[in-house]
């Protein structure tokens, strides 16, 4: 790293994401409830700030030379089980395209930038929160923290989008659903030992909502799965904390000194 890593770091990073992300938003004068209408409105009112928002992260980690602490584990969690959380969202999100979505209303020229919307999220938010933010908090504070922080700061991201138009009573019910996901892609750092899991996973869960909230198929409770796995998640992350490092014996004193 460059830059020794710092908490304040972190989240100012956090935070000068944050803002440019309303700002670019405001900009472009789409209401939140009106983004997955059509491609134009995907285009300006997401694909557009998260695009400004990924060049920001790139340009910070590559200053501070975060890049692969963002990216990678040192050591992983020592029990590997509570990934079973996350691999029902992502089964979730799959039997969600399958028979959730009625893919004759979606055409490619409203698919592409939608799936651009889906990758540049699972980018932008799980580098900015469980990358930047991550890094920058483990200097000063325990594993346990290190999750709360992160996930806490990433529903609130999503606090915003009231500033868009988007109503308050299910922007707060957004808030705490990001709260319990963003514990899920904690786990999956933490169980892999790579944010690129974790990315993969927030990019498809967020396809996936987008696409059945635009055209809704004849099977819509595959997200209920999901919610229920986001819950379990929040059981599941407190045997995370420990890493296979920790369960290392320390070398004897003595056997050290004989070599």
């Not at 395209?97 to 990758?119: C, M, T």
């Amino acid at each position: 790293m460059r830059v020794a890593a710092r908490w304040w770091i972190g989240v100012l990073s956090w935070l000068a994401y944050v803002v440019v992300i309303l700002v670019v938003g405001e900009i472009s004068g789409v209401p939140y409830t009106s983004i997955a209408d059509n491609p134009s409105t995907i285009w300006r009112g997401a694909d557009l700030f998260l695009v400004c928002g990924a060049v920001l992260l790139v340009v910070i980690a590559s200053v501070l030379g975060w890049w692969r602490p963002a990216l990678f584990e040192k050591s992983t969690s020592r029990h590997k089980w509570p990934i079973i959380a996350p691999a029902l969202m992502a089964f979730s999100a799959l039997l969600t395209l399958a028979v959730g979505v009625d893919w004759s209303r979606i055409d490619f020229a409203y698919f592409f930038p939608l799936l651009l919307l889906g990758i540049m999220v699972g980018f932008n938010e799980e580098f900015v929160t469980r990358g930047l933010l991550l890094v920058g908090l483990r200097a000063s504070l325990r594993e346990p923290w290190v999750w709360f922080i992160t996930s806490a700061l990433f529903g609130m991201m999503h606090a915003g989008n009231v500033l868009f138009g988007a109503p308050v009573g299910g922007t707060m019910q957004q808030v705490g659903l990001a709260f319990l996901g963003g514990t899920a892609f904690y786990i999956v750092r933490r169980v892999t030992g790579s944010l690129i899991w974790a990315m993969a996973l927030h990019g498809l869960w967020d396809f996936a909502t987008f696409a059945t909230g635009h055209a809704p198929g004849v099977f819509v409770f595959g997200s209920f799965i999901g919610i229920a796995a986001e819950v379990l998640a929040l059981v599941f992350v407190f045997f995370t904390f420990r890493s296979t490092a920790d369960a290392i014996p320390p070398v004897p004193e003595t056997a050290s000194a004989a070599r």
